[in-house]
């Protein structure tokens, strides 16, 4: 049978529709792609990882980065842990909350007292460049307090508190001594300056013996190793210890003059005691007087 050109375009058109229809089902067959989710911006975050309280100086193990979206950092949030350590809080932060700027001091020109650790006092002893250890103590470093008291005739030597933090030399402060932001780690540190106060950190107990001290006795620091916290149990020292030589108070020594015996004769002490009487020769009795080997003998 011969196809006409009507059948043929009728035919055409049916194959078009199936291969068509094939096609449609094939693709819907064919899995889903995943739906592309917007890329988000995560950014650091500072947080405290500990409740911080008001006035209280940061310290690297009190907060920590924390990344979140962009869109959902707080306002003001800090993002560089160096922005937050060493500065003060002026409010409680709580753990696992940003801090923002608004909630720290800066650590320039901060009170002194936001560096006194909890439970100890800030006392200030006058120091000159030999008690001070010629000018080169700085703030944060760790002392010994020696006191030299005078006792009747003799001096001791104690030492006092050992361990102690130095707060303050003068003005300057361990937060105002940390380098700015501006100068360089390996810039000349300043030499030694004369000072003539030293605030230092103690217990109310200590300060109390401390200020006992400073106003019976003669003052003294030294100054102790990086990492020298060794507390070492020591005697007072001596005159009578050092020189090996007991020393006489005053009022002894008037005692020992007065108790000295009398000379033979009644003389007092210092003086030369009195010769007995002459006794005068009788007749009978003779005088031999011996020069060298020749004597004569002499008749009254």
């Known amino acids: 049978m011969r196809l006409t050109r009507k059948t043929s375009l009728i035919i055409a058109v049916v194959c078009g529709l199936g291969a068509a229809i094939l096609s449609a089902v094939y693709l819907l067959s064919l899995p889903k792609p995943a739906a592309v989710e917007p890329t988000v911006k995560m950014v650091p975050v500072v947080v405290a990882t500990v409740d911080i309280p008001r006035h209280a100086l940061i310290s690297s193990d009190m907060v920590g980065l924390s990344q979140v979206a962009e869109t959902e950092k707080p306002s003001g949030a800090l993002s560089n842990l160096g922005d937050a350590i060493t500065h ?3 409010e ?3 753990a696992g909350q940003p801090i923002l700027a608004s909630q720290i001091e ?3 020109g901060a009170s002194l007292a936001y560096q006194v650790p909890p439970k100890m006092r800030a006392v200030t002893v006058a120091i000159d460049p030999v008690s001070g250890v010629a000018g080169f103590l700085k703030a944060g470093d760790r002392v010994d307090i020696l ?3 005078d006792v009747e005739a003799e001096a001791i ?5 050992q361990d102690v933090q130095l707060l303050a030399i003068d003005e300057r402060t361990a937060i105002d001594g940390v380098p700015s932001e501006g100068e360089e780690e390996g810039e000349a540190k300043p030499k030694a300056q004369a000072s003539t106060t030293a605030t230092v950190a103690v217990t109310p107990t200590q300060a109390q013996r401390l200020v006992l001290a400073a106003s019976k006795g003669k003052i003294l620091l030294t100054l102790r190793g990086p990492g ?3 507390l070492i149990p020591l005697a007072p020292s001596d005159t009578t210890s050092l020189v090996g030589v007991a020393l006489r108070r005053p009022e ?3 005692t020992a003059v007065a108790e000295q015996p009398i000379a033979p004769g009644g003389a007092s002490p210092g003086t030369q005691a009195a010769l007995p009487p002459k006794a005068e020769l009788t007749r009978d009795q003779k005088v031999v007087v011996i020069r060298g080997s020749e004597q004569e003998v002499v008749v009254p």
Do not use: G, H, Y
Not at 157 to 161: M, S, Y
């Open 157 to 161: 030597t104690k030492t006092v508190l």
């Open 92 to 94: 409680p932060v709580v």
């Open 88 to 90: 003060l809080t002026v």
């Open 147 to 149: 006191a030299t008291f």
């Open 228 to 230: 020298d916290r060794a």
């Open 106 to 108: 800066r650590r320039v």
């Open 252 to 254: 002894e020594k008037e």
